[in-house]
């Protein structure tokens, strides 16, 4: 494990680039075959087994989501470019628009768009894609609302799968991408999933761990034996069964309190095919919500993980609270490490 302190973020890099430099948002809809619907049943077209979904499952119509997508500068005039992929995932009480418009504007540009194109134009790291996603793989996605009880609180705990075999898929057929889901031959897994990396702050952080790395799903104790005590109206149901085999880099800033422990985490990784490549978690020392589960995140993780986890990099931020001052540093670190 690798315990570093990460500095301040220039200040010229907040700033928007020379527009030859800057990249496209563009905002997209797709249709989604996998969420929870208002039945709490997992709405699916494939045969998944009930048991590993933790619930009941069924066919239903397709719901469509928006999502924004950030495509770097020259990605337009130059048809051959191909580019990496990165997800961001936002926290409990945002949307597709969190990243964007949380983290501030500079010079009339997202921040962390502006970040994207200074490092991408300073050659620190090879053009990508930004995918900015709505997390709640649910028919009420759009309830922004924290309510143990509802679908849309649900729904966080199934966006694996939402992931997995709707906009993961759509993305790489729409743009160009070095990743291509389409071939599933071992070589085909084993490229793509180096040219793709996921990362998010809070309940994103956690939809990281539990369900990329490898954790539990949360429901709520109205329908649980309500093991865990958390006072948040959440338990734990059945394990995620992972994604390293689409992802080698993740990332997890400030993860939220239903995050599974290192040891669990540790142990799904050990039990994976596929070698996660870069672990990064970060948080601020001052975080009253997550600090206590960011440590209990590592706690175990690596000696559990063995030789499946590549370089757990973990960052403690002195002073640091539950906010944008802590993610940006985050994902300003976290894409420098990934996709080497």
């Known amino acids: 494990m690798t315990n570093t302190q990460v500095g301040e973020i220039p200040a010229a890099a907040l700033k928007a680039a020379q527009a030859e430099h800057q990249g496209r948002l563009i905002e997209i809809s797709y249709p989604v075959w996998h969420y929870i619907n208002e039945h709490r049943q997992l709405v699916t077209g494939r045969r998944i087994d009930a048991a590993e979904a933790g619930r009941e499952t069924v066919q239903g119509e397709a719901i469509v989501k928006p999502c924004n997508v950030y ?56 053009p990508l894609i930004a995918v900015f996603p709505n997390g709640r793989s649910a028919w009420d996605y759009a309830d922004r609302s924290f309510n143990a009880e509802g679908t ?21 057929s729409k743009f160009r991408t070095y990743a291509d889901c389409a071939d599933a031959s071992p070589a085909g897994v084993s490229t ?12 994103g952080g956690m939809q990281v761990l539990n ?7 949360c429901d709520s104790v109205k329908y649980t034996e309500d093991r865990h005590g958390w006072r948040n109206g959440l338990d734990t149901t059945v394990r995620a069964p992972g994604m390293t ?4 880099y993740a990332g997890a800033f400030s993860n939220a309190p239903t995050s599974s422990d290192g040891r669990v985490l540790g142990e799904s990784l050990s039990a994976a095919a596929h ?34 986890l590549g370089e757990l990099r973990t960052v403690d931020i002195p002073g640091g609270v539950h906010d944008f001052g802590v993610w940006m540093r985050g994902v300003y670190d976290f894409v420098r490490l990934a996709f080497r």
Request: overall charge negative; some cysteine; charged content about 30%.
């Open 152 to 172: 849309n609180m649900l729904g966080f705990y199934y966006f694996d799968y939402e992931l997995r075999h709707d906009l993961m898929p759509y993305i790489e």
């Open 192 to 203: 793509s999933r180096r040219h793709r990396a996921i990362a998010g702050l809070s309940m």
């Open 275 to 308: 070698r996660l490549d870069l672990l990064y978690l970060s948080c601020g020392d001052r975080d009253e919500i997550s600090w206590p589960v960011y440590l209990k995140a590592i706690d175990g993780l690596e000696e559990a993980a063995g030789d499946k």
């Open 71 to 126: 495509l770097p500068a020259g990605y337009d005039r130059n048809p051959k470019m191909r580019c990496n992929v990165l997800y961001l995932l936002h926290g409990v009480g945002g949307d597709e628009w969190e990243w964007l418009k949380g983290g501030g504007e500079a010079d009339g540009r997202p921040v962390v768009l502006n970040l994207l194109d200074h490092l991408i134009a300073e050659g620190e790291i090879e």
């Open 245 to 248: 085999d689409l992802f080698a």
């Open 211 to 217: 369900l990329v790395v490898g954790g539990y799903r």
